[in-house]
């Protein structure tokens, strides 16, 4: 009898050790981004690894070596695989990432967006580095500005299918709607791809193309340090203008040799920092990406989660800081 007991207690425990292993949540946390090779990238990766690693899970850093969507279901398509808990999408697409996204959630994989969104219906919720009007329609008045409110102006962008980058020239499109701009002309949308060399080579083209291009904004951190270092050897400063997103440490010499007299960012760490605990708490069952949902972002404070502008929620880190010659000393050497 004694045996017998003894028995059926070893089998519930295996039973129950078996069960446990079988719905045990995965710790494994993982972030993809647009692509290798661009130190914003590394660093929002860097933020999101010790906020993950701080919770004591492991984080895994992904990006394919070429910014596109195809590129990015294949490392989603391992991830599934690999059974994560969660993956954050830097989408290198809107819509065409919805098959596998989707399939991850299908798989109990939390899946979210953090810097470039993807649409409503591929994720939980999408973490927004900042209100992406106040983005768009600042860098048109910071133009405006630097051209006396006159003359020719481009952009220079990442990728043709980047949504952060096209959300912010949308409402770039919108502010110039305004009367005030009358005198203003966007002559050229190009697409640096956030390729080192191809930035350079799109915005010797606007310079060739336009002679008269009095202006060009950068929504990107990869794009921005081309245009800087084409006006600064083509002797363009002061001629040419340049504003947009940039990163201080690779900016700092353009805001001081006078390239570019101001631009915006935000801390790619903490965005990165923030995805980390968005992450947890999604995988945790603490939110579920719904209007109102709370939860805390540890070193960074308190978070709510809101109302997109797309139907889908999203969790914002905070407003854009500018950067000029009184204050690039100070951050270069932070990000
Ligand atoms: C580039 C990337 C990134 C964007 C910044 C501003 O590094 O395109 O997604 O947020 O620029």
Same mark, same amino acid.
């Given at each position: 009898m004694r045996k017998s007991i003894g028995k059926v207690l070893m089998l519930l425990v295996i039973a129950a050790l078996a069960m446990s292993c079988g719905t045990k949540t995965s710790n494994k946390y993982a972030i993809v981004f647009k692509? /290798? #090779?661009n130190p914003y990238g590394e660093k929002q990766m860097a933020g999101f690894k010790a906020g993950i690693e701080e919770q004591k899970f492991e984080a895994i850093l992904r990006a394919p070596d070429a910014p596109t969507a195809e590129a990015q279901i294949q490392i989603i398509d391992q991830l599934i695989a690999q059974k994560v808990a969660s993956i954050c999408i830097v989408g290198n697409d809107r819509d065409a990432l919805q098959p596998v996204l989707t399939k991850a959630m299908k798989a109990g994989i939390k899946v979210f967006s953090l810097d470039s969104g993807v649409n409503k219906d591929s994720r939980l919720t999408h973490v927004n580095q900042a209100d992406s009007e106040k983005i768009g329609r600042t860098l048109i008045q910071g133009a405006y500005d630097m051209i006396g409110g006159k003359g020719e102006i481009a952009v220079l962008s990442a /990728?043709?299918? +980047?949504t952060n980058q096209n959300l912010w020239i949308d409402y770039m499109k919108k502010e110039l709607?305004?009367? @005030?701009? @009358?005198?203003? @002309?966007?002559v050229k949308v190009a697409y640096g791809d956030d390729l080192r060399d191809k930035s350079v080579s799109e915005a010797e083209g606007l310079l060739r193309t336009y002679p008269n291009l009095k202006c060009i904004i950068a929504p990107t951190t990869v794009g921005i340090a081309a245009a800087g270092k084409v006006l600064t050897d083509k002797k363009l400063i002061g001629k040419v203008f340049l504003t947009g997103l940039g990163l201080p440490s690779e900016m700092a010499t353009y805001i001081e040799n006078g390239a570019c007299p101001y631009m915006y960012l935000w801390n790619p760490i903490d965005v990165g920092y923030l995805g980390a605990y968005t992450a947890t708490a999604l995988v945790s069952g603490k939110? @579920? #990406? +719904?209007?109102g949902d709370k939860f805390s972002a540890a070193r960074l404070g308190e978070y709510t989660i809101t109302a997109a502008p797309d139907g889908g929620t999203e969790v914002l880190l905070g407003p854009p800081f500018k950067f000029d010659k009184a204050n690039i000393g100070e951050w270069k050497t932070v990000y």
């Open positions: 692509n /290798t #090779g /990728t043709s299918q +980047a709607e305004d009367p @005030k701009y @009358k005198d203003v @002309k966007l939110i @579920k #990406g +719904a209007v």
